[in-house]
């Protein structure tokens, strides 16, 4: 049987996620993986959470076992609706939106916006999960660089009006303005404003994706794109997997009215609704005030982690390879003198010492970025950091001393 | 801001779905409803989750709320594996892809397959959620008569004979063989071989939509379509929220291994992954055997339901009325005199009398079946059959007088 003309366009092209078959070469146990994005498990609240599930079974045991509401649980939202308003986002309940993850969001998002041939504008390099929900629609994608500060707004102009002369108008812009991943990059409040202002100039929408805005364990609160607009322009999404816990597969969009309509209708023929179980746990445990002190304590965390990669990286890797400076989040992201291919570093030179990253290709839509890497400090312990940092510069400067 | 022109095609045409819009008017207490297609809250295992998740936290907690793999949890694959061989399905691990809801298999296989444009092939009537994954990825749909017996092969021949003369190959079929969803209909061993021959026929695939197969309480069990094709030309789509529980959103889909590699494409781009948590503690379930005496449970439950609405219906209906008696599952269909309209029913008769039921028409994507309704003996207890039948047939002999 011949499948092949049966596949639609968008499964034809599809490929597998390249972090997800690299991690799968990782899984060894002697690899010290520097590569997937993943918390640290020891931040999980395991014990906790036996009571609260006690607790949701008793009292509501039926409720939570049953299909929910595809807008999700009422309490669980009005939970939301309180932690976003300390962040400033004064937003109703009727528009948070409970999702499966925030790669979901990404999902109806760009299924509500996006007809093949689309334009989207994404950042370089960008995160995966945006990327391949964009490619999913069939969306032409339009790359802007990063700086230290983010997306440079002078180069988004310059796409914008690029774009304006080909009488083409951008559904939207995507961006991570927070630790980006995978840069660790953040965008400062000039540069939000700007962006604002170049959105509403070319009369478009900003998807703001947030998963590590509350993991600042440095340097000051920036205020959410959400929060700046005054034109009801962004869609924000956000996800309790950095500062829960993944496994749940909890988060959250907020989206203008018309938006978040259309984002339940798709959710609808999606998967009807986010798992009731679940997001009845999640309420439950943040009515206990269990969240922000799990919060606090993942940041410490991550802050010494990231602190012992960044003074290890600074006392062993060679001079001509540099790296951001996150200020929170997970990541930081190397780059690596021309014409070094982080891919032969990770094939030939790393993951024979039992080390392992991703090569920043993956975030880059346009296959560029060939001389970049993405380092994960969250997963890791501090001590696996030190003893793979100095291992991961070894094999550069071995891969080095073949090309100059 | 006008956010019209920014909205795709399939988000411009999407519309919520009917069924959870009348049940949001039946959600006052005093209403007995035979609306939504819910499972029995009191069938949910409270007080044995309660252990069993106490179990997985302790025993591999940091591993259950981690992110999980995109296939799904490898115990919960090999238990679904075991499952399904008793059913006479034998297929390996690999061919199994754990999904959020089945309604994510019916999203995840419009989106492998679907371009828009291109031609499915669906019951008259079918499941709505079916319905509404192929229209968002704008497919034509041609849909075919059922009778007791279900999908009717004769039309199906006709329909795909006209198709080939218009040089049209559909990309599936797409059935519920047993107790279909809404009609309560089930498919005899000749149908299936007969649908089976004319996929062949005429070179198409075969979605074969099993959730309520497991909940036969009368009649014998028919093979499935997965079991008996030769051909590698069907999808079996399945799920534990009728078995379990909804709350959980565990359900699979078991394709050929071409088809499953690009469903599980899509599925990262959808949601990355299923819930770990839910897996882990679904297969902790099915491997301490609490499925099989839990499935056993409802099945005497629902035949009870069943057999009550039957003989309410026997005893207090008008002769001019119809339906279907179902072997198994949810559902029970009804057929009122012509040119009765089941939404006025409802409307004007039914819900002022506190009961409620869901409109045919909603099952039949090109709006027909106006005279058609869909009753659920599963959700109300046996009490709430014995009085809203009664009720109900009040309100039609009150209608049908003013018609006739």
């Not at 997800?20 to 020891?42: C, H, N, Y």
């Not at 998002?109 to 041939?117: E, T």
């Not at 170049?198 to 440095?218: G, K, N």
């Not at 322009?233 to 938006?259: D, M, Q």
């Amino acid at each position: 049987m011949d499948y092949e003309p049966l596949f639609s366009i968008p499964a034809r092209g599809a490929a597998r996620s390249v972090i997800r078959e690299i991690l799968k070469l990782t899984q060894r146990p002697e690899v010290i993986s520097f590569a997937g994005g993943l918390p640290a498990p020891d931040t999980f609240p395991v014990d906790l959470l036996d009571d609260i599930m006690s607790k949701v079974l008793r009292d509501r045991g039926r409720t939570a076992l049953q299909y929910g509401t595809t807008e999700g649980d009422v309490r669980l939202r009005s939970q939301i609706k309180l932690w976003v308003a300390s962040d400033g986002i004064q937003v109703p309940v009727e528009q948070i939106l409970v999702t499966s993850g925030s790669q979901q969001g990404l999902d109806l998002v760009s299924r509500v916006l996006i007809d093949p041939g689309d334009t989207v504008i994404v950042e370089l390099p960008s995160y995966l999960g945006g990327l391949q929900a964009f490619r999913s629609c069939q969306a032409n994608m339009v790359g802007v660089e990063q700086d230290e500060g983010g997306m440079r707004m002078d180069r988004l102009e310059e796409q914008l009006q690029s774009l304006r002369a080909d009488s083409v108008r951008p559904k939207l812009i995507y961006v991570v303005p927070d630790f980006q991943n995978p840069s660790g990059t953040t965008m400062d409040l000039g540069r939000r404003q700007r962006l604002l202002e170049l959105a509403a100039e070319h009369d478009t929408l900003i998807v703001e994706d947030t998963p590590y805005r509350q993991l600042r364990f440095a340097g000051e609160d920036q205020p959410t794109l959400f929060s700046l607009d005054s034109q009801d322009r962004v869609i924000n999404l956000s996800t309790f997997s950095k500062l829960f816990c993944p496994g749940f597969r909890l988060a959250w969009a907020i989206a203008p009215p018309p938006v978040f309509e259309k984002m339940v209708m798709v959710k609808q023929s999606a998967d009807l609704c986010t798992p009731a179980f679940n997001q009845a746990v999640m309420a439950e445990y943040m009515i206990q005030e269990r969240l922000a002190p799990q919060v606090h304590a993942i940041k410490q965390l991550y802050r010494r982690k990231c602190e012992t990669m960044l003074s290890s990286l600074a006392r062993h890797m060679p001079d001509s390879v540099t790296w951001t400076h996150p200020q929170g989040g997970l990541f930081l992201w190397m780059v690596l003198p021309e014409p070094a291919d982080s891919m032969v570093l990770l094939e030939r030179y790393a993951i024979p010492r039992d080390v392992a990253f991703v090569i920043g290709k993956a975030f880059h839509f346009d296959g560029s970025g060939s001389n970049t890497l993405r380092l994960t400090f969250s997963f890791p312990t501090v001590e696996q950091i030190e003893e793979g940092i100095p291992r991961l510069a070894d094999a550069l400067r071995e891969y080095l001393a073949t090309i100059t």
